[in-house]
């Protein structure tokens, strides 16, 4: 699925069965709702912090999977309420920087196998 036929689809989705878009500024407080629950499961998987029981730990994967494609449907939303060509801006967001970044990471040591 491109991200255009994404767009397609939240919106079909949204005037079929959601009835209506929440308006943005609703739809940009459930945004920062979905980033702190991918972020909670990223902290338990990848991180430090600990499951409060092994069963939640057994499914965190499948559950990072659905917080992620939560997060990524809130964005899609806010994409389309405000005429926002996601393609076309992750496009031109990798060509910008691709030319404002060509020798930053490269030359970053942090980023080098020796660090």
Known sequence: ?????????????INTVGVRY???LTNTAILAEETGEVARL???IYGE????TPEKEASAKDDLAG???DLL???ICLAN????????????NLKKKAIRDA???????KLSDEF
């Open 1 to 13: 699925m491109t991200l255009a036929e994404a767009q397609e689809a939240v919106d079909y989705w």
């Open 22 to 24: 929440y308006n943005e």
């Open 42 to 44: 990223m902290a338990r």
């Open 49 to 52: 912090q600990s499951f409060k």
């Open 67 to 69: 917080e992620m494609a």
């Open 73 to 75: 449907f809130v964005l």
């Open 81 to 92: 309420q405000t005429g926002i060509n996601l393609e076309q801006a992750l496009k031109d």
């Open 103 to 109: 020798a930053r990471h490269r030359n970053n040591p």
